[in-house]
C-alpha cells in the first residue's frame, strides 16, 4: 500500500492537461483505506480516537487537568494503530506481535480509564470535569469490548494451533502403533 501502485490501465492524459478529477497520489496514500475504515477494528479504533480525544478536551477545561495525560496518550496510540491497520503494517512488520500489543493497550486503557473516571466524577465539581468521567466511562467500555474481541480472536487462534498439534500427533502416534504391529508379525 505504500507507496501507492501505478495503475497500469490508467487512461492516458488528455491533450489539455491533467484531469481535474484526478487525486494527488501523494496525499492519497496517507488516507486510510475504506474497507478498514468499514471493518469492525476500524470503527472500534475510531470510537477509541474520538472518545480519547473528547476526553482530552474535556480535561483539558477542567479543574482535574491533572489527569490530562492518559486521554492524550491513548488518543496518540489508537491514532498509531489505525494507521498501521490502515496501512497494513502489521503485515509489513512481522517481528512485533500486534494482537498482543494492541489487547495490553486496551487493558490498560480501559483500567486507567476506568479509574480517573471514577476519580473525576467523585472528586471534582466543576462540569467540565464530570463530562470528562462520562466520556472517560465511555470509552472504558469501547476499550473494554476492543480488549473482549481481541482475546476471543487470539484464543480461537491458539485453539485452532492446538487442535492442529493434536491431529498431527495422533497420526505420528497411530503411524507408529502400526509400524510396530507390522514388524511384530
Known sequence: MWPPDPSPEAAP????????DAAVPGLRALLPAPAFLCSRKGRLLLAEA???FITFVCYVASSASAFLTAPL????LALYFLFAG???LNDKWQGLCWPMMDFLRCVTAALIYFAISITAVAKYSDGASKAAGVFG???TIV???DFYLIFNDVAKFLK?????AETTAGKAEEENSSDSDSNSD
Open 13 to 20: 492524459e488528455p491533450a489539455g492537461g491533467p484531469r481535474a
Open 50 to 52: 474520538g472518545l480519547s
Open 73 to 76: 496518550l491513548e488518543f496518540l
Open 86 to 88: 490502515a496501512m497494513q
Open 137 to 139: 466511562f465511555f470509552a
Open 143 to 145: 476499550f473494554a469490548i
Open 160 to 164: 485452532q494451533g492446538d487442535s492442529a
